[in-house]
């Protein structure tokens, strides 16, 4: 029996859980009970327990028959007679289900239904059991096998089932509605309202519908309808049970007493006929269950949970001589049920134990029950032993069965890919020896081996294995062996250890001494932070996106303007992109295309990241190109217009990133169709057959790059002349250049990979006869000699041998338009620019030099599952902004870890663990065809009054007065801040050997709550804001003791607070940041983080670190409201606007 899963709320039973590892048994059991039940090493009782041979069974007088041990320890929460065979089935608190055949209990299945919640209710079909947990419809054959599984809405909590035909199925719970599922079709096909909700119970007749409420009303509704016909108000308290039979209901439950709950003594029982209640049944047990047993009177049989059974008439007067006791092993009986002969009970308890009363000794369970079927015994004992030492034994003595369904090793096409065994290499001998005839070979034999033996290797070398499609298992860390890691130490993936300050003790000076901003990763989807990077130094589109500005919500332009405006202000602290991906993860396309990954996806590094992020690249560029589109030409462009290729319904995205193109397409019959088109970026065509080859034939990257950009292919398409699919040429032809070239390398997998590998290795070669024919053809020349070549003292400056390797890409390429529509690239050097002249000076003539700007590499670590960085040359102007110096550098981007390095390690791709995935060419000059100016587009408009996105706020409940014009805050002005949040992801954390707590991975929290107030002026200590945040993703926690956010209060439905997008709420922080005011809260570091803003140190006042000792703990603000003002705080929730301002 697995008992994973369990529910944590039964720690009370854990004892006898673990106590069935051991001989010995819970203490709670009753000893005489057990003594004879063999239990199996999950300590599950394996026989029934019949009663002691004295016992003498009575026709028509319940007496105990058999007990039997369904789960040790785990309390029976359900059982039920099946109605089809001579069964009975219990479910367990745990979510395990055990069934027992005939009188004698004999167990015939045992099988886990639930995992974590309890079965609720249990029904037979003919062909199966249903059972119900909280938030799950499970239909399993009798053996245990799954039939369907249905899930319900995670919200649900479900009580009840009823079983109106053959195929349609009633569910009810807490809720305000019961669903109408087809058990055919497995579907929700109704969803009916309730008035009253709380459906515990539901019994059928054929006039009503009833349903027991937990608020201890039965209503009655229609069959066909489902409305409510007639209601019984029977309990004040709570409803417990209830039946039906005839024309009377009959009911127990709870009544509300001055101190709570109390059983109520007294049934009520109502008329059908008249829809009143009769005179009340008083009996003398609490009652708790109660069933008609109709046998030869209306008999009631009422049970208490401490075992008392008593039996009356419902109309007439309970005698005390009618009651008998069951003795459960536990203090509570939790269920009961009667067989449909009504010659049989069933009681549950709650140590796990089943008890089985008959009013014969010979029971039966239903009229007419149909046969059980039985496994079948095992018959390899009588077949005779083979003995597997003779070499001629024949497979077919072994008995298979015969079958006519389909084998399981037969998978479906869409789950299997055919992976043939590779053949072996010929022998060489062979291959030397052999004489071609057509096409034909002929050897003799060289009698290398024996006839027909032919060598396999069942395990590929690791040189042979594609590493390309590795997915690692479990990360290591990076500490363990690390003379055996071949990845560099600054390529590998980088991880923030939490401490009990979260990030405050981290240092993130060591991974970054330079005063650019990194990238936090532990956010999701946060695989993109090197492109992003990317795309922040590139300085036309940098400005262009801080320029932009719009009223879309989740607009990844405006996103991406608002990162790197923290990108600009921050001088070495790390930023984190929770809003740019917040919208991000938004996006229908960006789901569709496979670019949003799961938490335990990205956390193993399942998929290929090179394809993800080529992926990523291409969404990015069009979702920006489209978000522009409709807007006007920014100033950040200047010339736009006077440009042929700018056309009305472009956007200036299209303008840098667009290469505009004819579409040729050539049928064999002569008709040629010409359609225009234009691509943002390019991907790489490698040489077919290009890995076979391996005398290593030189193949520039420009002729690579032409091919790709110049693509023709053969392929079917429809010509209008011939009038059907003819095969046809199509040929691309460039009529424009873009500005910016970018490639996707598409290296992914081994055969890309051996390209790369070997043109990298022939460049070597030659770079090295080129630069030893300089010098001397005959000497063989040391690294330190080499080295001694490169110095500048040297005429020519020559690279050394470590520059020189795994080294196929230039640092430039020139291109030139032709006359015919064609295009010419080639490798450029700084040397050819003394040949051909200045690249500026040929731009008249269609000739342009485009610069390498930035790789972006894939780097493959089997033990951290693999990660993305960017090789990144940061021009003059960003140097100037941030270290006042005027100077270009390589730098290698790795989330928050910056570094600078020297050029050719940007170019260097070792494909055994860096393989290059994009890489992004610039025209030479380019920033000189560019106003690089910014100008700020939020305005002081974003503080005035808006309307709020809740349907139900009234003006009555608005809590703060927005800023006229004349109360603009100015450079300086005090505003008090206080944020509310709530928690999306849990925090994942793991308890060491050592008892302490290692917090892998932090809560991810968002912002619910912003509340400013007037820090001076006439309407001092007043808020100007107090914005709810509307969000969509999926809440885990609401803080509600902590925040006083409540469920409801964040969705534009049903909220009655001023419901507002964090875009808006963003912008008025971000106006508030800009025109210089100072911000005075407690807390204000972590406010600004989740919110995701930077704001300047010397516009924050603290009062965390304004109050703050060395090596002393923090003090909270409750106890410096009391300490300096004598103010108490927090009365009731802590979310308000006195929290800004300090006031009780």
């Known amino acids: 029996m697995n008992f994973e899963g369990l529910d944590p709320g039964l720690a009370e039973y854990a004892p006898a859980m673990h106590s069935a590892l051991d001989p010995v048994l819970d203490a709670h059991l009753n000893p005489s009970l057990l003594q004879n039940v063999e239990l199996d090493p999950e300590g599950v009782a394996l026989e029934a327990l019949p009663v002691q041979e004295s016992v003498h069974i009575m026709e028509g007088v319940y007496s105990e028959l058999h007990s039997v041990v369904a789960e040790v320890g785990v309390p029976v929460t359900v059982s039920h007679f099946d109605l089809h065979e001579e069964m009975l089935w219990v479910g367990s608190h745990g979510g395990h289900a055990t069934s027992f055949f005939g009188p004698t209990l004999e167990r015939y299945s045992s099988f886990q239904v639930n995992s974590s919640d309890d079965i609720r209710q249990i029904q037979s079909l003919e062909n199966g059991i249903l059972f119900l947990t909280k938030n799950n419809l499970k239909y399993?054959?009798?053996?245990?096998?799954?039939?369907?599984?249905?899930?319900?809405?995670?919200?649900?909590?479900?009580?009840?089932?009823?079983?109106?035909?053959?195929?349609?199925?009633?569910?009810?719970?807490?809720?305000?509605?019961?669903?109408?599922?087809?058990?055919?079709?497995?579907?929700?096909?109704?969803?009916?309202?309730?008035?009253?909700?709380?459906?515990?119970?539901?019994?059928?007749?054929?006039?009503?519908?009833?349903?027991?409420?937990?608020?201890?009303?039965?209503?009655?509704?229609?069959?066909?309808?489902?409305?409510?016909?007639?209601?019984?108000?029977?309990?004040?308290?709570?409803?417990?049970?209830?039946?039906?039979?005839?024309?009377?209901?009959?009911?127990?439950?709870?009544?509300?007493?001055?101190?709570?709950?109390?059983?109520?003594?007294?049934?009520?029982?109502?008329?059908?006929?008249?829809?009143?209640?009769?005179?009340?049944?008083?009996?003398?047990?609490?009652?708790?269950?109660?069933?008609?047993?109709?046998?030869?009177?209306?008999?009631?049989?009422?049970?208490?949970?401490?075992?008392?059974?008593?039996?009356?008439?419902?109309?007439?007067?309970?005698?005390?001589?009618?009651?008998?006791?069951?003795?459960?092993?536990?203090?509570?009986?939790?269920?009961?049920?009667?067989?449909?002969?009504?010659?049989?009970?069933?009681?549950?308890?709650?140590?796990?134990?089943?008890?089985?009363?008959?009013?014969?000794?010979?029971?039966?369970?239903?009229?007419?029950?149909?046969?059980?079927?039985?496994?079948?015994?095992?018959?390899?004992?009588?077949?005779?032993?083979?003995?597997?030492?003779?070499?001629?034994?024949?497979?077919?003595?072994?008995?298979?069965?015969?079958?006519?369904?389909?084998?399981?090793?037969?998978?479906?096409?869409?789950?299997?890919?055919?992976?043939?065994?590779?053949?072996?290499?010929?022998?060489?001998?062979?291959?030397?020896?052999?004489?071609?005839?057509?096409?034909?070979?002929?050897?003799?034999?060289?009698?290398?081996?024996?006839?027909?033996?032919?060598?396999?290797?069942?395990?590929?070398?690791?040189?042979?294995?594609?590493?390309?499609?590795?997915?690692?298992?479990?990360?290591?860390?990076?500490?363990?062996?690390?003379?055996?890691?071949?990845?560099?130490?600054?390529?590998?993936?980088?991880?923030?250890?939490?401490?009990?300050?979260?990030?405050?003790?981290?240092?993130?000076?060591?991974?970054?001494?330079?005063?650019?901003?990194?990238?936090?990763?532990?956010?999701?989807?946060?695989?993109?932070?090197?492109?992003?990077?990317?795309?922040?130094?590139?300085?036309?589109?940098?400005?262009?996106?801080?320029?932009?500005?719009?009223?879309?919500?989740?607009?990844?332009?405006?996103?991406?303007?608002?990162?790197?405006?923290?990108?600009?202000?921050?001088?070495?602290?790390?930023?984190?992109?929770?809003?740019?991906?917040?919208?991000?993860?938004?996006?229908?396309?960006?789901?569709?295309?496979?670019?949003?990954?799961?938490?335990?996806?990205?956390?193993?590094?399942?998929?290929?990241?090179?394809?993800?992020?080529?992926?990523?690249?291409?969404?990015?560029?069009?979702?920006?190109?489209?978000?522009?589109?409709?807007?006007?030409?920014?100033?950040?462009?200047?010339?736009?217009?006077?440009?042929?290729?700018?056309?009305?319904?472009?956007?200036?995205?299209?303008?840098?990133?667009?290469?505009?193109?004819?579409?040729?397409?050539l049928c064999r019959c002569g008709s040629e169709t010409v359609r225009a088109s234009s691509t943002l970026l390019f991907t790489l065509s490698y040489p077919e057959g290009s890995n076979s080859d391996k005398t290593g034939k030189n193949c520039d990257f420009a002729q690579v790059l032409k091919r790709s950009i110049c693509l023709e292919q053969n392929t079917q398409a429809w010509c209008d002349n011939c009038e059907k699919y003819q095969p046809t040429i199509q040929t691309r032809n460039i009529r424009h250049l873009p500005d910016i070239l970018v490639i996707n390398c598409e290296v992914n997998s081994l055969k890309e990979a051996d390209f790369w590998r070997m043109q990298a290795d022939v460049a070597f070669k030659m770079a090295i006869k080129k630069h030893s024919g300089e010098i001397s053809k005959n000497t063989e020349l040391a690294l330190a000699d080499w080295k001694e070549l490169g110095s500048p003292e040297g005429m020519l400056r020559c690279p050394s041998i470590e520059e020189l390797k795994n080294v196929w890409l230039p640092f430039s390429i020139r291109m030139k338009l032709t006359k015919n529509k064609g295009l010419d690239v080639c490798n450029w050097t700084d040397g050819d620019e003394m040949q051909w002249g200045p690249a500026r000076a040929e731009e008249e003539h269609g000739v342009y030099v485009y610069d390498l700007m930035a790789t972006v590499v894939h780097i493959l670590d089997s033990r951290t599952g693999g990660s993305l960085v960017a090789h990144i040359k940061v021009g003059e102007t960003y140097h100037q902004r941030k270290e006042g110096v005027t100077h270009q550098q390589w730098y290698l981007f790795n989330d928050f870890l910056i570094e600078p390095i020297d050029k050719h390690e940007a170019v260097q791709f070792d494909m055994n663990w860096k393989v290059p995935a994009i890489l992004y060419y610039t025209k030479r000059n380019l920033n000189s065809k560019y106003n690089l100016n910014i100008k700020n587009p939020i305005e002081a408009s974003v503080l005035m009054a808006e309307a709020s996105l809740a349907r139900k706020q009234r003006k009555t409940h608005t809590t703060f007065i927005p800023l006229m014009l004349s109360e603009m805050p100015q450079a300086g002005d005090l505003v008090g801040l206080d944020a509310e949040f709530v928690t999306l992801n849990e925090e994942e954390a793991e308890l060491?050997?050592?008892?302490?707590?290692?917090?892998?991975?932090?809560?991810?929290?968002?912002?619910?709550?912003?509340t400013c107030v007037r820090g001076q002026g006439p309407n001092e200590g007043i808020p100007f804001i107090d914005d709810y945040i509307s969000t969509q993703e999926q809440v885990v926690d609401y803080l509600t003791q902590y925040s006083g956010i409540k469920p409801g209060d964040l969705d534009a439905k049903i909220s009655s607070k001023h419901l507002t997008t964090l875009k808006s709420t963003y912008l008025k922080l971000r106006f508030l940041i800009d025109i210089g005011v100072k911000f005075v809260g407690h807390g204000l570091q972590k406010d600004f983080r989740v919110i995701n803003l930077m704001v300047p140190k010397d516009q924050v006042l603290d009062t965390v670190y304004l109050f703050h000792m060395p090596r002393k703990r923090m003090i909270s603000l409750r106890f410096l409201a009391w300490y300096f003002l004598g103010l108490k705080l927090f009365h009731l929730y802590l979310p308000r606007p006195e929290d800004s301002r300090g006031d009780p």
């Open 992 to 1010: 060491r050997s050592d008892g302490t707590k290692s917090t892998i991975k932090p809560s991810q929290m968002s912002v619910a709550r912003i």
């Open 140 to 665: 399993m054959a009798r053996g245990g096998l799954i039939i369907f599984d249905y899930l319900l809405d995670e919200s649900e909590d479900m009580h009840s089932l009823l079983l109106t035909d053959s195929s349609m199925l009633l569910v009810g719970g807490l809720q305000n509605h019961i669903l109408e599922i087809d058990l055919n079709t497995v579907q929700e096909t109704q969803k009916y309202a309730v008035e009253t909700p709380g459906v515990a119970i539901m019994r059928q007749t054929n006039r009503f519908f009833f349903c027991g409420h937990t608020s201890g009303k039965i209503s009655l509704r229609d069959l066909r309808t489902f409305k409510v016909e007639h209601e019984f108000d029977a309990f004040s308290g709570s409803l417990s049970d209830f039946d039906v039979h005839g024309n009377l209901l009959a009911s127990c439950g709870f009544s509300s007493r001055l101190t709570g709950l109390a059983c109520d003594r007294f049934l009520k029982v109502y008329d059908l006929r008249m829809m009143r209640a009769i005179t009340p049944l008083q009996v003398h047990v609490d009652p708790a269950f109660l069933r008609f047993i109709p046998t030869y009177t209306s008999r009631l049989a009422i049970i208490s949970q401490s075992g008392q059974c008593q039996f009356c008439e419902p109309t007439g007067l309970a005698n005390p001589a009618d009651i008998f006791h069951v003795n459960p092993v536990g203090p509570l009986l939790m269920t009961f049920d009667v067989s449909a002969s009504k010659q049989a009970l069933a009681f549950g308890d709650s140590e796990g134990c089943v008890h089985l009363w008959t009013d014969s000794p010979e029971p039966s369970f239903n009229p007419y029950s149909r046969e059980t079927e039985f496994a079948l015994p095992c018959l390899v004992d009588s077949l005779p032993p083979l003995d597997w030492s003779q070499d001629l034994l024949p497979l077919s003595l072994i008995p298979v069965p015969l079958t006519t369904d389909t084998l399981l090793s037969d998978w479906p096409a869409a789950n299997s890919a055919p992976a043939p065994r590779r053949a072996p290499p010929v022998d060489a001998e062979i291959l030397r020896t052999m004489k071609k005839v057509g096409f034909i070979g002929y050897a003799p034999n060289p009698r290398t081996r024996l006839r027909n033996q032919i060598p396999y290797r069942l395990k590929e070398s690791d040189s042979e294995s594609d590493s390309f499609s590795k997915v690692t298992e479990s990360p290591i860390g990076r500490e363990e062996e690390p003379h055996l890691h071949m990845v560099s130490k600054k390529y590998r993936k980088v991880t923030i250890k939490y401490s009990k300050l979260g990030l405050e003790d981290f240092d993130f000076k060591h991974y970054n001494k330079t005063l650019f901003a990194g990238l936090e990763p532990h956010i999701p989807n946060a695989y993109c932070n090197c492109m992003i990077q990317v795309l922040y130094f590139l300085e036309p589109v940098r400005c262009l996106i801080q320029n932009h500005l719009c009223q879309k919500e989740f607009c990844l332009a405006c996103e991406l303007g608002f990162l790197f405006h923290m990108l600009d202000l921050s001088r070495g602290d790390p930023c984190q992109g929770s809003n740019f991906l917040r919208a991000f993860r938004t996006i229908p396309e960006a789901s569709a295309l496979g670019l949003i990954l799961a938490d335990s996806d990205e956390a193993s590094g399942k998929g290929s990241l090179a394809r993800l992020i080529q992926r990523w690249n291409r969404f990015i560029l069009t979702q920006l190109h489209q978000d522009m589109q409709e807007l006007e030409v920014p100033q950040a462009y200047r010339g736009a217009a006077s440009s042929s290729f700018c056309s009305s319904g472009d956007s200036v995205i299209g303008q840098l990133f667009s290469c505009e193109m004819e579409n040729c397409s």
